[in-house]
Each structure stands twice: as structure tokens, then as C-alpha cells.
């Protein structure tokens, strides 16, 4: 039997993560968080991770600092 990568597991507890940027990523709540990426949702069914980036991420671009 196949078992579903974790990213497309609709039944997997996951996380959202956001880096330096404003970047956001869905994450499976089993694996470490990588350097430079911050918890700020979660852990919640996969479901509510959706509806989390649905209403709080509406621009996927990074976030670009005014020139010095």
C-alpha cells in the first residue's frame, strides 16, 4: 500500500511556518522547523491550516525592503 506524502495527506496535523520575507509554508507538525522559518500557526488538521492561509497569506511574493 502507498502511503500519501505528508504534504498531501488531508488527515495530517501540520503547521504554518513564515520565514524572514513574509513567506508562508504548510508544514507537517513531525518534522523540525528549518533554519529560518518561525511557527505562527498550529498544529491543526490540515483543513484549518487552509482556512488559516486562505484569510492571513493573500500575497505569496516576498516581502521586498525599500533601498538604502
Do not use: K, Y
Not at 3 to 8: A, G, R
Not at 16 to 43: D, H, K, M, Y
Amino acid at each position: 500500500m502507498d502511503t500519501l506524502n505528508p504534504f498531501d495527506d488531508p488527515e495530517q496535523i501540520m503547521l504554518i511556518l513564515r520565514n524572514a520575507q513574509g513567506q508562508c509554508s504548510l508544514w507537517p507538525q513531525f518534522l523540525e522547523c528549518p533554519p529560518g522559518w518561525t511557527s505562527v500557526f498550529g498544529p491543526a488538521p490540515r483543513a484549518a491550516c487552509d482556512d488559516w492561509l486562505t484569510t492571513h497569506w493573500r500575497d505569496i511574493r516576498p516581502v521586498v525592503s525599500a533601498p538604502s
